[in-house]
């Protein structure tokens, strides 16, 4: 079976661009989660959904970003107005039992 | 609150030689333990995990790690390295029990294989 997968790839934006990055998980597994990965960093929880319920989203850096799993399935995080700082990979997984299961991750470069 | 330490942001073996990563935690809770690994440009792949079963733990690709609650460890192990080993690898913790979901990692080990 598929994976998890992640779109765009590579994004890169300018200062001030809103960006929208898509996951979708394996199929059937109901938790999903979002987490941002800085340059020579581990990854950093942003966002937990069960469903399409946003359980979590004490891990958002900003009012900026925005997560949403209106079907239950694909997510998409969204980030308004985008600063350098924000230049990261983000990362998807969905989670079966206690294993979270990792798509390749969206690398975003803010110039 | 959960924090993971992994001593030593490069560590470089030989081919051959033991691979031993280091991994710390500190959990106010029984935590589950997991190592991912990560190659470049890719996702994290599911190394093994701890979840309260056997304390030493058989992953894939010959590594192992073994849960010390006494010494709040989850150290990395493998007796041989290749050179399909040079990687990143990460060690993160989440609480056990119902509820439990969000990981949190250590800053990584990015581990060379010396031919």
């Known amino acids: 079976g598929a994976g998890v997968s992640q779109s765009p790839r590579y994004k890169v934006a300018k200062r001030g661009q809103d960006v929208a990055l898509r996951c979708d998980p394996i199929?059937?597994?109901?938790?999903l989660f979002w987490y941002q990965q800085a340059l020579g960093q581990g990854p950093e929880f942003l966002t937990y959904?069960?469903?399409?319920?946003?359980?979590?989203k004490s891990g958002l850096p900003s009012d900026r970003f925005f997560a949403e799993r209106p079907e239950g399935s694909v997510s998409t995080l969204k980030i308004q107005r985008t600063q350098q700082e924000d230049s990261a990979v983000y990362l998807c997984?969905?989670?079966?039992?206690?294993?979270?299961?990792f798509g390749p991750g969206t690398r975003l470069t803010v110039t | 609150a959960q924090s993971v330490t992994q001593l030593g942001s490069h560590v470089s073996v030989s081919e051959g030689a033991l691979v031993l990563l280091r991994c710390n935690y500190s959990?106010?809770?029984?935590?589950?333990l997991f190592w991912y690994v990560q190659y470049p440009n890719q996702g994290l792949q599911l190394l093994l995990k701890?979840?309260?079963?056997?304390?030493l733990v058989k992953g894939i690709n010959g590594f192992e790690a073994e849960f010390k609650k006494s010494e709040t460890s989850f150290h990395l192990t493998k007796p041989s390295a290749h050179m399909s080993d040079a990687a990143e690898y990460f060690c993160?913790?989440?609480?056990?029990?119902?509820?439990?979901?969000?990981?949190?990692f250590g800053k990584g080990t990015k581990l060379s294989v010396i031919p």
């Open positions: 997984a969905s989670r079966r039992a206690y294993e979270q299961y």
């Open positions: 199929s059937g597994h109901v938790s």
């Open positions: 959904f069960q469903n399409e319920a946003q359980l979590d």
């Open positions: 959990s106010s809770v029984p935590p589950y």
């Open positions: 701890y979840t309260s079963a056997a304390t």
């Open positions: 993160a913790v989440t609480p056990s029990g119902a509820g439990s979901y969000q990981l949190t």
